[in-house]
C-alpha cells in the first residue's frame, strides 16, 4: 500500500513566522504535488516535482517555495505565513509517466494550517 | 480559470437510489480522467478513471461516463450507501502533453440519506 505521510495534522502559526510543511512517501515515486484546499475552489496545484531537486510552479505558487533533496521528501515552506494562507494543505506522490496506473495520485491526510 | 468544473457543490440522496455527479470541462487536450473521494480530515483517495478512448467504465457499484463532444463526464453510484457520504473531485489530466499535472474540480458533497 502507498503510503504518504505529513508532517502535522494541525498547525497554529503567526503572521510572519516561516512554516514547514514536510511529506514523505514510501513508494519510491518520481513525482510529488503540493496542493491547498478551500471551500469552493477545490484542489489548486502550488509546486510539484519530477525529480529529486527539480520543482516546478503549478497555479498558486506566490508566497510558496519547496524543496527535494530526496526523492522521498518533499517540503513546502512559507517564507513568511500571512492569513490568506490559512488553509488544507495536501501532499501527493505518483510514479513517473509510463508506469502502470500513472494518473492516479496518491494523498496525504493534510495539514490544517491556521495563520493568526 | 477553471479548466475542471463541478457545478453542483452538494447533493442530497437516499440511500439505496443513484447519486450522479456531474462534471465539465474545457481543455480540449485532456485525455484522462479521474474521480477522487474525500472523507473529512483524509486526503482524497482514487476512485475510479477513465481513458478518452472509453465512453465508459465500471467498477463495482462506481461507473464513469465521458461524452468528449459535449465535454461532460460523470460518475454514477449505484445504489447509494450511506459511507458513500463524501466530498468527490473530478480531475483531468493532458497525458499527451507529458505532463503529470491533474486539474481538479470544487467538489461536490453527496450526502446518502439512510
Redesign the interface.
Known amino acids: 500500500d502507498v503510503k504518504v505521510t505529513q508532517s502535522s495534522r494541525y498547525l497554529v502559526k503567526r503572521t510572519g513566522e516561516k512554516v514547514f510543511l514536510e511529506c514523505v512517501q514510501d513508494m519510491d515515486h518520481e513525482n510529488m504535488f503540493w496542493y491547498r484546499q478551500d471551500p469552493g475552489l477545490g484542489l489548486r496545484l502550488i509546486y510539484f516535482s519530477y525529480d529529486v531537486k527539480m520543482k516546478e510552479k503549478g497555479d498558486i505558487p506566490e508566497g510558496y517555495s519547496v524543496s527535494r533533496e530526496k526523492k522521498e521528501r518533499f517540503s513546502l515552506i512559507l517564507e513568511s505565513a500571512s492569513t490568506n494562507q490559512t488553509s488544507m494543505y495536501l501532499c501527493a506522490s505518483s510514479p513517473y509517466l509510463g508506469q502502470s496506473r500513472e494518473y492516479e495520485q496518491y494523498f496525504g491526510p493534510g495539514t490544517r494550517l491556521t495563520v493568526t | 480559470d477553471?479548466q475542471v468544473k463541478?457545478n453542483s457543490?452538494s447533493l442530497s440522496v437516499q440511500e439505496g437510489r443513484i447519486s450522479i455527479l456531474n462534471c465539465d470541462y474545457t481543455n480540449s487536450m485532456f485525455d484522462?480522467f479521474?474521480w477522487?473521494k474525500k472523507y473529512p480530515?483524509?486526503?482524497?483517495?482514487?476512485l475510479i478513471?477513465i481513458s478518452s478512448i472509453k465512453d465508459k467504465n465500471e467498477d463495482g457499484r462506481f461507473t464513469v461516463f465521458l461524452n468528449k463532444s459535449a465535454k461532460h463526464l460523470s460518475l454514477h453510484i449505484v445504489p447509494s450507501q450511506p459511507g458513500d457520504s463524501a466530498v468527490y473531485?473530478c480531475a483531468a489530466?493532458a497525458?499527451q502533453t507529458?505532463a503529470?499535472?491533474?486539474f481538479?474540480?470544487?467538489?461536490t458533497r453527496l450526502t446518502v440519506i439512510p
Open positions: 477553471q463541478q457543490p484522462y479521474l477522487y480530515a483524509e486526503g482524497p483517495t482514487f478513471s473531485f489530466s497525458r507529458g503529470n499535472n491533474l481538479f474540480g470544487t467538489g
